[in-house]
């Protein structure tokens, strides 16, 4: 028996856990043979249907998420023409919720999984070619051959500890960027739109048996983990053995937690602060600042103990954290949102992801959806077109309010100045992005110098007390002196060598029979680690700076 996966992923940085997740439960199963054809949904589909063809499997299975979805439809759909003695598998989130019509919309699908795999998957390769005997699989979606839909209810995988890790398959993908780690299956939480929150009982692995997967991902040179733990921090006396267990792989992994603030006992806390730098990577998911938008959500936690603990958490500095505020969620108007954002701004947060709520299969916001006055997309990504609270307009707004955020503030060469001006300012966000959209500049991919063309051009006709700022930011980037932010005439020389003080580290600018002088041996490291030529301070001041040490020759830390 051959078995062909389709590992389908939106870029060549992500893959899946899924395949070496099952995988790894019957490796050494000699009877089956095991093959995958790896793609992303930008490839050619006839490209990848050729290469799948000439496999001739006997199954093709793949996992379907909301950004393969369409794709792989495609792909099966042809496959199925070609290979039409072939069975077609399908699992993944895409499948928790109702699956009848997707089964009489696409009868080139055999069957569809919903839930845990590991455990029903091996049980249904046993009778795969006996589809009389898949009434016993748990988990299991088809159509019998009397066209009637069947559903076996959902598979949960209970002895999640025994499970052969994925580390262990010979599909697990050591060569991206970082890898996954799920440590617990299952969440504590409600939350409406979360296709966890219905997923219980919450089970965990041993601190042991984690230490022993990390040791595998130390010993492949991993550098990123991403900890596929759904709220780190809901047992603290866990958090805190999880976190005393990564200061052993302290400095050679970083990790990428979710958190929530709400839950922050004060011995977390002070744990917390004493870890290293670059130790954690925090993603804490407020999703809103409003009490009412919380409840209606279903989430668990005060709003108060979110906002004390997310204060906490921006403050901290051995780590970064992201901020998530969802738009689209009940309740919830864009004037909060532009409101929320501005708030996370003055905590501090490293980023902040504002995201499209998306009534994804199996949650309990999607089948209250009608209830809730929430319309949405059938199709994926199933985007909320509008609620009671937020006009279509109005969550396009939003969309457009991400891309500033992800191009300005998210990104380290201008957050400190988009940061500045959202505090100083309360109607910036919407200043500048009127700009952005009248423009058409909104939904452009722009390079980071083009953005910082685009803010000092805005500051210029808007806010022209923040151009010297802008500059200062556009020097530390190392972005080009002979363009128009570090271009001469756009201040007077005092706060022209104020820059250059700024820029270089120094201790400060003075003046020696009237001439400017840089104060004696302080030149520093610029963050970029450049070098700095009497080229850069003609550029800056507009004639050449004497100074014992510097005399016109490269400076560098």
């Not at 209810?153 to 052969?164: H, Q």
């Not at 060469?413 to 200043?431: C, E, G, V």
């Not at 000092?456 to 808007?462: G, I, P, V, W």
């Amino acid at each position: 028996m051959k078995i062909l996966w389709i590992d389908l992923n939106s870029s060549y940085a992500h893959s899946s856990l899924a395949l070496p997740a099952l995988h790894a439960q019957i490796a050494k199963n000699n009877s089956v043979k095991w093959e995958i054809v790896s793609a992303t949904i930008n490839e050619n589909v006839g490209m990848i249907v050729d290469e799948i063809y000439r496999h001739q499997p006997d199954i093709i299975a793949a996992t379907t998420w909301l950004f393969n979805h369409e794709q792989l439809l495609h792909i099966t759909a042809r496959l199925k023409a070609l290979l039409p003695n072939s069975c077609f598998i399908l699992g993944g989130p895409e499948f928790l919720g109702n699956n009848e019509d997707f089964l009489h919309k696409n009868p080139f699908i055999d069957c569809v999984f919903r839930g845990e795999g590991e455990e029903a998957f091996p049980q249904w390769l046993s009778c795969w070619n006996q589809p009389e005997k898949w009434n016993s699989i748990p988990g299991l979606c088809y159509m019998n051959p009397q066209k009637q839909y069947i559903d076996n209810g959902i598979a949960r995988v209970l002895n999640f500890s025994r499970l052969v890790p994925p580390e262990n398959s010979s599909f697990f993908n050591w060569s991206k960027p970082f890898v996954q780690l799920e440590t617990t299956r299952g969440c504590f939480n409600t939350c409406a739109f979360c296709v966890s929150g219905e997923e219980k009982p919450v089970r965990t692995l041993s601190i042991e048996s984690i230490r022993e997967r990390l040791q595998i991902i130390h010993s492949h040179g991993i550098k990123n983990v991403r900890v596929l733990d759904r709220t780190f921090n809901y047992n603290p006396r866990r958090a805190k053995e999880l976190l005393q267990l990564f200061l052993e792989f302290n400095p050679d992994i970083c990790f990428h937690l979710e958190i929530h603030p709400a839950l922050l006992s004060e011995e977390l806390k002070n744990e917390l602060k004493k870890l290293p730098k670059g130790l954690l990577h925090l993603e804490a998911g407020i999703q809103s600042l409003r009490e009412p938008v919380l409840q209606k959500s279903r989430r668990m936690g005060s709003l108060e103990d979110s906002l004390q603990g997310l204060r906490f958490l921006c403050s901290l500095p051995n780590m970064e954290t992201h901020a998530d505020l969802i738009a689209g969620l009940p309740l919830y108007r864009l004037s909060e949102i532009f409101e929320d954002v501005r708030t996370l701004a003055g905590y501090n947060a490293g980023e902040i992801q504002l995201e499209s709520l998306k009534l994804l299969p199996g949650t309990e916001m999607r089948r209250r959806a009608e209830e809730l006055g929430i319309r949405y997309s059938p199709l994926p990504p199933y985007e909320v077109l509008q609620t009671n609270e937020i006009s279509v307009n109005e969550l396009q707004t939003a969309r457009q309010l991400s891309r500033l955020l992800d191009g300005f503030y998210n990104t380290t060469a201008w957050q400190a100045i988009t940061r500045k001006l959202i505090l100083d300012d309360n109607d910036f966000l919407r200043r500048f992005l009127e700009f952005l959209i009248d423009k058409n500049l909104i939904d452009q991919p722009m390079s980071l110098e083009k953005r910082g063309l685009v803010l000092y051009e805005f500051c210029s006709m808007h806010y022209p007390a923040y151009k010297i700022m802008v500059t200062i930011a556009w020097i530390e980037a190392g972005m080009s002196l002979k363009k128009k932010p570090a271009e001469r005439g756009c201040a007077d020389q005092h706060e022209r060598m104020e820059r250059i003080a700024r820029y270089i580290g120094i201790r400060g600018i003075g003046r020696y029979h009237g001439q400017p002088r840089i104060c004696h041996g302080h030149a520093a490291r610029h963050p970029a680690g450049s070098f700095y030529r009497q080229d850069a301070i003609v550029a800056l001041w507009g004639q050449p700076v004497a100074d014992s040490e510097y005399c016109g020759r490269s400076v560098r830390a």
